[in-house]
Structure formats: structure tokens, C-alpha cells
């Protein structure tokens, strides 16, 4: 028996109490179910375990559900909400009503204190489901808020009580933001997100798998302009694949080889580029190569009036307001000739992955999980749990419908969609890219079927097409990822005919998204079928499949050009299916393999993130004394840096030295008078009783103790932060530069480790240097009101 049987027998026993106990709470009145709460925080304040109330809480949950919103959970609603108590991955397939099984677990962690996050993959869905399960909990006499503003048009939402509430209901991104923001605050009041425990990911695999490719980043303050970005465009056209670069079998990543280094060298007449001297130009050079070769116009962005507007990937949407970081965006806009906007510094970064392994438990619900289980019990150390559906499932999934060319496919699947609207079946046809959904939108139009064309420009009102795509006779062209989160309900008439028919027009990246389109079908025990239209043309198999394919793909298209009449009829050889499987096989392989390899590098970036964060709250929490402490580190810091140079001490650098840090109105004319010889001991000493008086000075330019605390904190906080947002930028750009250089000797992730300790160590002692210039250095400007400003040098 594997543990993961051994747990689910366990949730049965819990589910199985908790049935058992729902009668009594039945008979209690409004108020006293309401009371429950407050007995339940008594009993976890006097340190009962909340695994033992569990049974009680789930209860008292699902009659309020009952009573609330007139929906009484399910045996398997239970059995999931105790999957996800314990922090494993509930699968649930569309339709069981997820929204309302979470009310369970987020209840029971709520009484628990606070720091219990819902997470959905868009703000539409935050809102949606806070409404739709929000008044349980007040209900129950917890708070609940959202973390995000309900549309566009509202203001920023006040985070104090967000993150005051015991549920949040908020996304992915917003929480991370506000992450990466608390950690660039002066004062612990302005940090909100303090608490992580317990989190629930509405529609799992789509937020740690398929956003897990980019990481978050707070940009800000740009950089200085650099006129590389055209010489490198103009160089990397001029070179040619296969000799002076190579890319990689997806055509996801592309890296020079030997003889295009070697012209580089040349073209811009220098030796060695990889040194550091010439980092900054094989940035460059790298970035280029990254726009000209993995960059697509149309696929990837637009060029609209002068600007380049990223596309989303998966619903073809224009990103308005979304750069690429480190530099590629620049580089796009280098290669199409339009004029180069700034580069701005990364202040701060995150991946998703190590944005939710802070939290104590992590759980999360989705249809679709069983086929990821592995990498997320790898990843992210959680299991996954099927939850047995309500009804049993009646939809029928159809083996693929193989053709040869793309075109007999499109054209057999048209005639499926019109023999089900015969029936008066609804259709829902699945497409893997923007192009094809338009494309098949034109046919159907040619055909006078009327339909509904996924690409509405709001979340909103895709659900909205969404839900309606259930009706008798209604057909819905769609893109994979468009209104996930949105179920479809059959009308009664659609039930009579049959059901739902999901049409797919080819095989997705990966099994897990086949899967999540079928599951749109089928739910709560409705009739429906799935089946697939694909061909030896399609993306999938054109650029995953394994080598040997490509020829006889070309044979087979070849013949079938010339019989005519055969040219519809689909291929029924086992050996077909297999290229299909083994092409998606691959596909996932790679996305898997690159999502490890993001993980790899944010897990170095994370140890820096994480010590410097612990930095900065000790600072911000710290006493005077702590402070004061911090100061005379950064003295001797200072002092032994200064004086460990190997070079001689003489006069001049030690009287820049003082000039840059300790002391802008400093008599040079006293060091001949105090210091007789430049031997390190006695510049050590006259060093120290130079920062010594000059720190004397500021407490006397600020008597109160309570500015001086509040001064001494912004100064060493300011040190942090300019050095750390130096040093994340440093390592966004590094990670672009080792991630090209893939070619004899060069581990890229060795590298980028090695360089980025070493620049950690680097920028420790300018944290030390920048500490003691801030605090000697700064321009007081006081107010008439008492108030101080500080102007760093
Ligand atoms: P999912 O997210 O799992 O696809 P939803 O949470 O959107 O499902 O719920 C689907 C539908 O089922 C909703 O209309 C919801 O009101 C309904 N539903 C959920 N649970 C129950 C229940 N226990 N009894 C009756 N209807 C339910």
C-alpha cells in the first residue's frame, strides 16, 4: 500500500465523522451555529490541535454552507477540502465545484490566525469566488478580504486590511508584488505580507506550471542608455546558423559557436570577449542573437506605431505595459529599427516556485494534476490526491482522428462539428494558437454556422461566452488557456442530444491540457464525448518529434499530393498515434526540463534574496544599540578594506579616500600635523578617531533620540537597497549571459553560481562603505515642523 492510499483512507474516516456530526449542527439555531466560532478559537487558544477539531469545523462549515448559499457540500467536496487541509493537491475534475469545497479548509485555517491566502490566476476569478463564498465566512464571523482591485478602473486596495483579514482571496501576481514591495519599505508598518501560512491554489497546474516560466520582477530606476544594442543587431544579422550559432531542437534557446565568437572578436576588434572587461558587449550580443532568432514577429509581439507590444502566448492578447527584463526588449526594438526606450533595473525578483514554498502549507485544486504528479511532488514536495467525482462520468473520450496534411485534418473536423449541431449538440472546438482559432472561425463563417469566437479583450467576458457555450446547437471556438475557471452547464435540451462534444484541432504541449479540455465536458455526470483532430503537419509533431520523423513526414505529404481522393482519409497505423504521443512526450520533457533549470538558478538567487530580506527586518526591528552596533562593523569594515589594499598607502589616496567618505570639509592640513608615517597601523588609528568624531558630529546635529534611531535605520536601509537592487540586476543580466554560452568546457549554471558568490561578497563590503558614507555624508535639511530630510550623498 503506497502513502498516498494510506491517506486517503484516512480522509475517508475524517469524511466519514464529519457526515456523521452534520445532523446535530443541523438542529441548532442561526446563532448558535454562528457561536461555534468563537468555541472553536477557544479550544485551538487552549492548545488543542486543529487536526482534532477538523471533524467539527467541516461541519459547522458545510450546514452554514447549507444555510448561506443553499448548497450542501458533497461526501467527495468534504473528502477534498480534507485533502487540501493536510497541503496535498486535491484533483478535481470541472464541475465539482471547487469554489465551494475550499469554504472547509480555508475556514478551519482561518480560525488559526491569520496569513490563509486563495489563490486564482486572475483578478476576475479573485472577486468572483470571494463574492460567491465570502458571506459563508462572515457568516461565521471571520473576515475575508480581496487583494486585488476589482477592475482597472478602481483604486489601489488598502492593503492594511487585505492583509489584516483571515482569508485573502487575491492571485499569484499580487501577492508577489506586494512581496517584493514590503522588502524595499523603511518601516515594519509599511510591510503588510508578514505572514505565510497556509495557502490554497485554485487551478494549480496552471500557476506553477504554465506561469512558472517567468519570473516576477519589480522594475524601476532606468540605466544608463547604451548604443550597443544597434552595433550588436547589425553583427548578429550578419551571421548564419549552423556555423556561427546553434539552436536548439525546440528552437527555444539558440547560442554561439566558436567561429561566431571568433567574428565578434573580430567585428569589434577585441581578444578574449567572454572576459569580464567585455561582459557587457556579449550581453549584448547574446540578447541580439535571443530577438533575431527565438523572437517572432506577429507570434511573439506587434509593432504598433513605434512600440513593441509583447503578445500573450497562450490567447494572443496584447500585453500593454509588459517589457521583456534584462535588456531583451531593448534588443527587439533594436532589431525591428524603432527607437529604443530605456532599460530599467530589476529592484527585486521572485519565482513563483519560491514565492509559495514560503508558505508553511501549501495546497491546491485543479482537473488536471496526475499527470504533472511527479514534478510537483519534486518541486514542490506536495501530493497529488484524485477525489472520486460526484456522479460517475459518462463522457466518452475518442482515440485521435490522425490525417496527414493539416488541411485534410481541419477539413474532416468541420464535418464532425456540423453532424453534432445536427443533433443539436453544442461544440466547443479547441485550438493551440490565436491563428488557428481565427482560421477556423473563417471556415465556419464560409459554412454559415454561427459561432462564438474566443478572443474578447476582458476575462469577464470570456467567462461570460463560456458559460454559455453549453446551450443546444451553440459553437465556441476557443484557445486552450481562455476562460479557464469557467464552468459550462448544459441546457436540458443539450443533455437530451448528446452533450458537449470537445473538438481539439490538434494536441497541446502537454497531456495535462488535453486532459483539462476534455474535462469541459462531462461534468456532474452529464453525456458528452472529446475527441482530437491532428496530423503529421501539426506544431507539435513539426518541431517535437523525434528526428526520424521529419523525413518520412515529407514522404507521406508527397504521395498523398498525389492521390487526390485519399487525401481525407484519416491514417489508422498504430505507429501514427505513437509519433503524436511521442512528439507531446518530448514537448512536456523540455517544459519540464526548462522549468527545472528557471528553479536551479532562482534557488541561488534565492539563498542572496533571503539573506538580505533577514538583513533588512533586523534592521528595521533593531534597537539603537543594535544600530550602533551595525556602525561600528561598518567602521572597521571600512578601515580594514581600506587599509588591506596591496598597494602602499601615501598621502593622496588617503585623502581622497577621506574626501569621498568620511568628511566633505576635511583640512588636509591635519593629517601632516597627526599622522607622522603611512605605515597601516597608524592610518588604521587615525582612521578611526576620524570616523569616530565625525559620528560624534551626528548625534549632535540630531539630539533626539528618536530621529537618531529613525536616521541611523534609513541610512543603513538605503545602503542595503542600492548595493542588493545593483547586485539582482547584476544577476538578471548574468543569467542571459551563461544561459548563451553553452558550448565545450561552460556549465552556464556553474558558472552563473561562482559569479554570483562572488559578486555577493563584493557587494557586502560596499553595503559596509555605503553605510558609513550615508551616515556621514548625508545633507540634513530641517524642517519648521521638527521633521528632518535626509539627501544621501
Ligand atoms: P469547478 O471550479 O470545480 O469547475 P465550480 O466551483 O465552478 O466548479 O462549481 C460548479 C457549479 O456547481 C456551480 O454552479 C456551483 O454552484 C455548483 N455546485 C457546487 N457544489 C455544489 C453542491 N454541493 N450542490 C449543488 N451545486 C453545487
Known amino acids: 500500500m503506497t502513502m498516498k492510499d494510506k491517506n486517503i483512507k484516512k480522509y475517508k474516516r475524517i469524511a466519514n465523522k464529519i457526515i456523521k456530526l452534520i445532523p446535530m449542527y443541523k438542529a441548532m439555531s442561526d446563532s448558535d451555529l454562528q457561536n461555534q466560532t468563537i468555541l472553536l478559537k477557544e479550544r485551538l487558544a487552549n492548545g488543542e490541535k486543529a487536526e482534532k477539531l477538523l471533524p467539527q469545523a467541516y461541519a459547522i462549515v458545510a450546514e452554514a454552507d447549507r444555510r448561506v448559499l443553499g ?263 533594436a532589431k525591428e529599427g524603432v527607437e529604443i526606450t530605456n532599460e530599467t533595473r530589476s529592484m527585486g525578483s521572485i519565482t513563483y516556485q519560491n514565492l509559495f514554498k514560503k508558505f508553511k502549507i501549501l495546497s491546491g485544486m485543479t482537473g488536471t494534476a496526475k499527470t504533472d504528479a511527479e514534478e510537483f511532488r519534486e518541486t514542490y514536495n506536495v501530493n497529488v490526491i484524485q477525489i472520486p467525482t460526484n456522479k460517475s462520468i459518462k463522457r466518452v473520450d475518442h482515440p485521435d482522428e490522425v490525417y496527414v496534411t493539416n488541411k485534410a485534418k481541419v477539413l474532416s473536423s468541420l464535418k464532425a462539428v456540423k453532424e453534432a449541431l445536427k443533433k443539436g449538440r453544442p461544440v466547443l472546438v479547441e485550438t493551440g494558437s490565436v491563428a488557428m482559432s481565427n482560421l477556423y472561425s473563417l471556415l465556419l463563417l464560409q459554412q454559415k454556422i454561427p459561432h462564438n469566437l474566443l478572443n474578447a479583450t476582458t476575462v469577464a467576458k470570456e467567462s461570460l461566452i463560456v458559460s454559455e457555450a453549453g446551450r443546444k446547437g451553440a459553437v465556441t471556438v476557443a484557445t486552450s488557456m481562455a476562460g479557464r475557471g469557467t464552468d459550462i452547464k448544459l441546457d436540458p435540451e443539450a443533455k437530451e442530444s448528446g452533450g458537449l462534444l470537445v473538438l481539439g484541432t490538434e494536441r497541446m504541449t502537454s497531456d495535462r491540457i488535453d486532459f483539462q479540455l476534455r474535462g469541459r465536458a462531462g461534468r456532474q455526470g452529464d453525456p458528452g464525448d472529446t475527441v482530437f483532430f491532428v496530423s503529421m503537419e501539426d506544431k507539435i509533431v513539426v518541431e517535437s518529434a523525434p528526428k526520424w520523423v521529419a523525413k518520412a513526414r515529407k514522404k507521406l505529404v508527397e504521395e498523398n499530393e498525389q492521390k487526390e481522393t485519399a487525401e481525407t482519409k484519416p491514417l489508422k497505423e498504430k505507429k501514427y498515434d505513437k509519433i503524436i504521443n511521442k512528439s507531446q512526450a518530448n514537448r512536456k520533457n523540455q517544459e519540464v ?56 598607502l601615501d598621502r593622496n589616496k588617503l585623502i581622497d579616500f577621506i574626501y569621498n567618505n568620511i568628511a566633505y570639509n576635511f583640512d588636509a592640513s591635519t593629517i601632516d600635523r597627526e599622522l607622522n608615517d603611512y605605515g597601516k597601523k597608524h592610518v588604521r588609528e587615525y582612521l578611526k578617531r576620524m570616523i569616530l568624531t565625525q559620528i560624534e558630529q551626528v548625534h549632535f546635529k540630531i539630539p533626539d533620540s528618536f530621529q537618531q534611531l529613525y536616521f541611523r535605520r534609513i541610512v543603513t536601509l538605503k545602503a542595503i537597497d542600492t548595493m542588493w537592487i545593483e547586485q539582482s540586476d547584476n544577476l538578471q543580466q548574468l543569467k542571459s549571459v551563461v544561459n548563451g554560452r553553452s558550448w565545450g568546457q561552460h556549465r552556464p549554471i556553474y558558472e552563473f553560481q561562482i559569479e554570483a558568490r562572488r559578486s555577493f561578497f563584493e557587494m557586502k563590503d560596499e553595503i559596509w562603505l555605503n553605510i558609513l558614507r550615508n551616515l556621514l555624508l548625508s545633507d540634513l535639511v530641517y524642517n519648521s515642523d521638527g521633521s528632518i530630510d535626509v539627501d544621501f550623498p
Request: no cysteine; aromatic share 10%; net charge negative.
Open 71 to 333: 448548497l450542501e457540500p458533497y461526501y467527495v467536496q468534504i473528502l477534498g477540502g480534507i485533502a487540501l487541509f493536510y497541503g496535498n493537491v486535491a484533483e478535481m475534475k470541472t464541475g465539482e465545484g471547487k469554489t465551494l469545497t475550499a469554504t472547509m479548509p480555508m475556514y478551519l485555517r482561518g480560525l488559526m490566525g491569520k496569513g490563509n491566502f486563495l489563490i486564482t490566476s486572475n483578478s476576475y476569478l479573485a472577486w468572483r469566488d470571494a463574492e460567491e463564498v465570502g458571506k459563508v465566512y462572515r457568516w461565521l464571523g471571520l473576515t475575508i478580504s480581496v487583494g486585488v482591485p476589482k477592475d482597472a478602473s478602481e483604486e489601489e486596495v488598502d492593503k492594511e486590511a487585505v492583509y489584516g483579514s483571515d482569508i485573502i482571496y487575491t492571485t499569484h501576481s499580487a501577492l508577489g508584488f506586494d512581496y517584493l514591495f514590503d522588502n524595499l519599505a523603511t518601516t515594519l508598518e509599511e510591510q503588510y505580507v508578514n505572514t505565510f501560512n497556509y495557502v490554497l491554489i485554485d487551478e494549480i497546474d496552471a500557476i506553477l506550471l504554465d506561469m512558472a516560466q517567468t519570473p516576477l520582477i519589480i522594475s524601476g530606476a532606468p540605466k544608463v542608455q547604451s548604443n550597443l544594442f544597434e552595433t550588436s543587431d547589425w553583427f548578429v544579422k550578419s551571421l548564419s546558423e549552423g556555423e556561427d550559432y546553434l539552436k536548439s531542437e525546440d528552437k527555444r534557446n539558440v547560442w554561439f559557436k566558436e567561429e561566431g565568437i571568433k567574428k565578434a572578436e573580430k567585428y569589434f576588434g577585441i581578444h578574449g570577449i567572454l572576459i569580464e572587461e567585455w561582459r557587457d558587449l556579449y550581453r549584448h550580443l547574446v540578447l541580439a542573437l535571443r530577438a533575431n532568432q527565438l523572437l517572432e514577429e506577429n507570434r511573439d509581439y506587434v509593432v504598433e506605431e513605434g512600440e513593441i507590444l509583447l503578445l500573450d502566448e497562450a490567447n494572443g492578447r496584447k500585453l500593454i505595459g509588459t517589457k521583456l527584463q534584462a535588456g531583451l526588449h531593448q534588443a527587439i526594438e
Open 593 to 648: 526540463e526548462s522549468r527545472k533549470n528557471i528553479l536551479e538558478y532562482d534557488e541561488i538567487i534565492s539563498v542572496q534574496r533571503e539573506m538580505i530580506y533577514t538583513a533588512r527586518n533586523k534592521v528595521m526591528e533593531g534597537s539603537i544599540a543594535f544600530l550602533e552596533g551595525i556602525i561600528q562593523r561598518s567602521t572597521e569594515n571600512v578601515i580594514d578594506s581600506f587599509t588591506s589594499e596591496k598597494t602602499n
